[in-house]
C-alpha cells in the first residue's frame, strides 16, 4: 500500500520526528562545549537515526524513537528527582505525551 492510500505523514509524527533531531542537536551542542562526555555522540546518533526512520514512516524509526523517547523521559524523571530540578517536569511531560502517541494503534498502522 502506498502513502497516499494510507493517508500519509501523520503531524504528530513529523513533530516527534523533528524532537527527536532537537535532542540529538542539543546532545551534539553539550558535547562540544564539554558539559557531555564524547560517548554521548552514539546517543545524539542514535536519536538521529531514529528521527528519520520515523520521518519515513519506518517500523525500526518507530521502535527507535519510541526507545528514545522512553530513555530521555526516564533520565528527565531522574534528573528531576534526584538532582531536585523541578523544571525537569516539563520534559518528563512531553516524553510521556509522545510515548502515549506513539503506541496508539493509528499510528502503528501507518509505519512500513
Known amino acids: ?9 501523520l503531524p504528530g509524527i513529523a513533530a516527534i520526528a523533528v524532537w527527536m533531531f532537537v ?13 557531555l562526555p564524547l560517548v554521548y555522540v552514539v546517543l545524539c546518533a542514535a536519536f538521529a537515526a531514529a528521527g528519520q526512520g520515523l520521518f519515513r514512516l519506518r517500523r525500526w524509526g518507530w ?3 519510541l526507545a528514545a523517547v522512553f530513555l530521555s523521559g526516564t533520565y528527565a524523571t531522574w534528573e528531576m ?4 530540578q523541578p523544571m525537569e517536569l516539563a520534559g518528563v511531560a512531553v516524553n510521556m505525551v ?3 502517541y506513539l503506541v496508539r494503534p493509528e499510528v502503528r498502522a501507518r509505519l512500513r
Open 81 to 84: 528527582v534526584k538532582l531536585h
Open 23 to 35: 535532542l540529538a542537536l542539543i546532545g551534539l551542542i553539550s558535547v562540544t562545549l564539554h558539559k
Open 98 to 100: 509522545f510515548f502515549l
Open 1 to 9: 500500500m502506498s502513502e497516499e492510500a494510507k493517508g500519509g505523514l
Open 63 to 65: 521502535a527507535m524513537t
